[in-house]
DNA sequence: AATGAATGAGTATTCATTCAT
DNA sequence: TATGAATGAATACTCATTCAT
């Protein structure tokens, strides 16, 4: 039956095409801002076309967030979180976050900005898969760090520790970033950031007193 | 005269309730979400009145941001941007952020929604004044990463990047917390986030080799 | 394609239906008192789908006016400014506004009301479209009496003054006449306004003799 | 009892500035514009006060309107329609209204404004004292015509005609120059308009002394 | 009388959603 | 399916009026 078959295909592309404009349009203006007659003149469709697609903005919306926060953890698995060196791996994450939030300028803002009706806390009104994807995402981060500490690459630190940091380093660079035109281009910016936050965590081959600590005072050890 | 004075007083009393009303409000709904109607009610005042106090929601809101970002900052200064040990001052620091977030639960979301206009940051809506405060604060903290270098207390590291790294990973540590409720009281959470980020960064006094390496591969020079 | 063409015929009378409903409204109310939503019942639409059609309560006011003197100048030119005899075509312009002032009971708040935003003008809020018929439809008219005087047929005054005193006699009988109910049928007013100030104007033919006033008996004067 | 006089002395003075107020801001922004608070802060009161003196906002606009009226009839009798010239009462008229148009720019709105919830007519609005003294004033006017026709200065025409066409002439003429500004000083424009007025009606004295033409080359009879 | 803070009904405008074609 | 005109609930803001002090 290749009639249906291409008239699936047709209804996929034009799927497709609706969530791409309504991406563009919700990092634009954000989610209130936005509004689904933008979006349907961004997605060359009547408005009415949307709602034979989609249950409603929300959902759209929803599907959007998902949409990005999936590209970007594929993305990251290919070519990140899959490398064996979690030294490399952890580099390749920094970069790979870098050059996205530049490519999506505002890209920040889905994953930041109160979702619609959100109550209490920011992450909440995104929709349930994306949450998992993000879950997911902090999982396979800290497993490279485990694998780093187990590996005797980085220093005993708690791997959930770790990577909870990174996300913090990694956002609060970019959102100064995205604020204050930064002066050095993003390679550079980037080898920096990656050299400099590995470096705090690297184990220090301090001679034969390897010390265990898991964190803290590691300075101690060295006196004795 | 007393009753010109009692006048006063109660006027400014309302102004107050009307603010803290709005920081409610805005703190559970988020700005677009937020209503007039609701903040009045929230209030126990007419809507009318509160434009009597405020010339309309942006207002109430750039004022309610910049309350809850001034007491940050005045506490800040009082309990630890005025301590001259930089260690305890950035111990100091995380202590307070932490008992802040705690006690304005849904804080953040102040701090990093969308403000209304906001195109593209987080921050760009935000009231001048606050962003001056905002701004401020982080030169302080610079300040005080800037004098722990200079004395020996820290590693040989831009203060201005340790300055940002401690915003995000506080930023990343509440915002998981916010979500996921945390099998730790306070206090503990606090003393660990203190004794690992410091940890990180203090000088190691590893010896006659204490090599300034403001940054970076410290491990290297051990290899070869 | 007839289906897309009876879709745009649609529309466009939806327009007039709304401009029409917004006419009444205006001319019974003025345009403070009246009300959006009163247009809309008016127009028997939804108050949204005025805005699909119109800016808002201005534009449609703007709209209103523009079409009013429109019609009125268009009618102007057809029956009155066209005609070759300057003293047929001012006739024709005091028949004209009369008829139009009883055809459009109120038609002169409309424009003498105060416009929106007005400023001690009562022309300053027209739309510039309306106010450039305005002032086009005067020159008309001044052409008219330049032509009168040029040909002999009225007195050598200037033109302009001439156009300007039309204007005002018409428009305070048409008031008068909005507030007392006149005691005669329009046709005779309208005659007797063309013939007095026809006269007043009229080249008199100084010779002996003392030529038929279209009215009165002005000879009593010289009897005495 | 001294005491009590001085107090209603006081009062009687407070509700002149409060009504002093009232008129400058209607006059400057019209009634629909104008708010009860911008007129109580130019009398320099409180809001509650204005109620104390006056029933609201439509009862402190009649008695504006019916104040700035009375005045203008004042003066008029005074010094118009006193005079037992009719031909100077009239010159004396159009010097008046001029002036008074001139001096309170923005007076005009005040008479041909749409009054608050009026219906189909502009004066409709007016207060009936405000409504009586025009009554009065223009019966006054068609007095000065009656006598001027009686007495064989003016043409045999209609007095209460020739009121109404004083009266459209002149505003014709004041509304044009509160929008084009006149290049011509105030006495100037008075006295052309005066002539031309009265020429047009003066009873020409059918001699052979054609005299003195108010204006204009009427003179092309003499060629003759 | 004077004050001015409090009130809340009233209005223009927006925009997600529906539905007849 | 695609369309886009029609809908009307929702919302920020205004301002005349009241009333306790």
């Known amino acids: 039956m290749p009639s249906q078959t291409r008239k699936q295909r047709e209804r996929e592309a034009h799927r497709r095409e609706i969530l791409a404009a309504a991406e563009r349009v919700f990092v634009r203006k954000g989610y209130y801002a936005a509004t689904v007659e933008e979006i349907a003149a961004e997605a060359e469709f009547a408005v009415g076309t949307l709602y034979n697609f989609f249950d409603g903005k929300k959902a759209l919306y929803h599907a959007a967030v998902s949409e990005i926060i999936g590209q970007l953890y594929a993305d990251a698995r290919r070519r990140a979180l899959g490398l064996d060196d979690p030294e490399q791996a952890v580099g390749a994450l920094i ?104 470096g705090r965590i690297k184990l220090r081959q301090t001679g034969p007193a390897a010390e265990a600590e898991p964190r803290v005072d590691r300075g101690q050890g060295g006196q004795s």
């Not at 994306?130 to 694998?147: H, N």
């Not at 500490?149 to 995205?178: H, M, N, Q």
């Open 95 to 198: 970069e790979l976050e870098l050059e996205y939030a530049e490519r999506h300028r505002g890209f920040l803002r889905v994953t930041l900005e109160m979702a619609p009706g959100g109550e209490l806390d920011p992450a909440e009104g995104l929709p349930d898969e994306a949450q998992r994807v993000i879950d997911q995402y902090r999982q396979d981060v800290i497993e490279v760090f485990r694998r780093g500490v187990e590996r005797g690459v980085f220093d005993a630190l708690d791997p959930f520790y770790l990577a909870l940091c990174l996300e913090g380093i990694v956002k609060a660079f970019i959102t100064y970033w995205s604020r204050h035109e930064p002066d050095e281009p993003l390679a550079v910016r980037c080898e920096k950031l990656k050299q400099t936050f590995i």
